[in-house]
Nanobody, 120 residues
Framework: QAQLEESGGGLVQAGGSLRISCAVSGRTPISVNIGWFRQAPGKEREFVAC???????SYADSVKGRFTISRDNARKTVYLQMNSLEPEDTAVYYC??????????????WGQGTQVTVSS
C-alpha cells in the first residue's frame, strides 16, 4: 500500500503562487494515477487535477490554466504548481494514489492533507 505525504501549503495573497508536493512511499503498484483533491470548510471534497500513469493530465475547469500537475519519478513526488491563486482556492489539499481519475472513489491511498489559505 502506498503512503502519501503532502507538504508545501501555507498562506498566500490573492494573485500569488504556491507549489505543494506529494511524496509517495511504500509498495506502490506499477500502474497508478495520482490525483489532487481539495476540501473547503462545509463543502465536499472536489477534484482539482490528476496525472494518469501514462502522463496524461486532467484539470477541473476552475483551475485550468492556473494550476499544473507534474511528477518527478526519481524523487517519487508529484507536484501541484498553483498560480494566480484566488480566495476560492482556500482549502485542505489532498493527494491520492490509485486507479481513479476525476472521481475520488478510485483512489486507495490518501495523504493527511496540507492547508492552503489565500487571503484577499
Amino acid at each position: 500500500q502506498a503512503q502519501l505525504e503532502e507538504s508545501g501549503g501555507g498562506l498566500v495573497q490573492a494573485g500569488g503562487s504556491l507549489r505543494i508536493s506529494c511524496a509517495v512511499s511504500g509498495r506502490t503498484p506499477i500502474s497508478v494515477n495520482i490525483g489532487w483533491f481539495r476540501q473547503a470548510p462545509g463543502k465536499e471534497r472536489e477534484f482539482v487535477a490528476c496525472m494518469y500513469n501514462g502522463g496524461t493530465t486532467s484539470y477541473a475547469d476552475s483551475v485550468k490554466g492556473r494550476f499544473t500537475i507534474s511528477r518527478d519519478n526519481a524523487r517519487k513526488t508529484v507536484y501541484l504548481q498553483m498560480n494566480s491563486l484566488e480566495p476560492e482556492d482556500t482549502a485542505v489539499y489532498y493527494c491520492g494514489a490509485g486507479l481513479g481519475g476525476r472521481s475520488s472513489s478510485g483512489y486507495f491511498s490518501w495523504g493527511q492533507g496540507t492547508q492552503v489559505t489565500v487571503s484577499s
